[in-house]
């Protein structure tokens, strides 16, 4: 992923610095943080208890701007991309979450599901190590909207694949067969990054 390969020319930092050694390095830096404030604005009212699991972490970003904010937070991805000293993220072959039932009292999974090999396993295990899940899942309302989105997020992630995005109304149906409860659903529109075009719907569920 390019994303990967960013971080990867760099060295990890730390939170609270902002690096200077690299011209890109603060560009990077700062789109990171400036898009997990974003997500923090959209969820932070759905978030329960101070520990939190960033499911499919990627850069940790999101996970950097909570730990910031006071929050207990945990890295889970199936591979290390973080850039982050601070906050390590664990990994796992893409099945089992590596903790207990209830470990957390609030999961995000930011952007991830249409990643996944096995999305209800996921879903699953996220209910299962936590007590809320809030979801950013990329959807689309009609054709031309499903493509510019899926190339989109296939050539910036370099995954040349069509991604198996849902609309919110196939999201309840299966939130509703496998006996969840949603306590929040919102549908929006975003420039992430100030360019790129993205339809999200966001879900709490329990």
């Given at each position: 992923?390019?994303?990967?390969?960013?971080?990867?020319?760099?060295?990890?930092?730390?939170?609270?610095?902002?690096?200077?050694?690299?011209?890109?390095?603060?560009?990077?830096?700062?789109?990171?943080?400036?898009?997990?404030?974003?997500?923090?604005?959209?969820?932070?009212?759905?978030?329960?208890?101070?520990?939190?699991?960033?499911?499919?972490?990627?850069?940790?970003?999101?996970?950097?701007?909570?730990?910031?904010?006071?929050?207990?937070?945990?890295?889970?991805?199936?591979?290390?991309?973080?850039?982050?000293?601070?906050?390590?993220?664990?990994?796992?072959?893409?099945?089992?979450?590596?903790?207990?039932?209830?470990?957390?009292?609030?999961?995000?999974?930011?952007?991830?599901?249409?990643?996944?090999?096995?999305?209800?396993?996921?879903?699953?295990e996220a209910k299962r190590?936590?007590?809320?899940?809030?979801?950013?899942?990329?959807?689309?309302?009609?054709?031309?909207?499903?493509?510019?989105?899926?190339?989109?997020?296939?050539?910036?992630?370099?995954?040349?694949?069509?991604?198996?995005?849902?609309?919110?109304?196939?999201?309840?149906?299966?939130?509703?067969?496998?006996?969840?409860?949603?306590?929040?659903?919102?549908?929006?529109?975003?420039?992430?990054?100030?360019?790129?075009?993205?339809?999200?719907?966001?879900?709490?569920?329990?």
């Open positions: 992923m390019p994303l990967d390969f960013v971080t990867r020319s760099f060295p990890k930092i730390s939170i609270n610095d902002v690096p200077s050694d690299n011209a890109y390095r603060p560009i990077f830096y700062k789109a990171v943080n400036s898009k997990a404030k974003k997500t923090y604005r959209r969820i932070s009212a759905l978030i329960v208890g101070n520990r939190i699991l960033d499911i499919g972490t990627g850069v940790g970003g999101n996970a950097a701007y909570l730990h910031k904010r006071g929050f207990d937070v945990k890295s889970l991805d199936v591979k290390d991309s973080s850039y982050f000293h601070e906050l390590p993220t664990e990994m796992y072959p893409g099945d089992i979450f590596p903790y207990e039932d209830n470990s957390f009292d609030t999961a995000i999974i930011i952007h991830v599901i249409h990643h996944a090999e096995d999305r209800l396993q996921l879903l699953r190590v936590a007590k809320r899940v809030v979801i950013i899942e990329d959807t689309y309302r009609n054709l031309p909207e499903h493509l510019v989105i899926g190339t989109i997020d296939s050539v910036f992630n370099g995954e040349f694949y069509w991604h198996p995005y849902n609309k919110p109304e196939k999201w309840r149906e299966i939130f509703k067969e496998e006996g969840w409860k949603v306590l929040h659903e919102e549908c929006y529109s975003d420039l992430v990054y100030n360019f790129l075009y993205g339809r999200y719907v966001i879900f709490a569920i329990e």
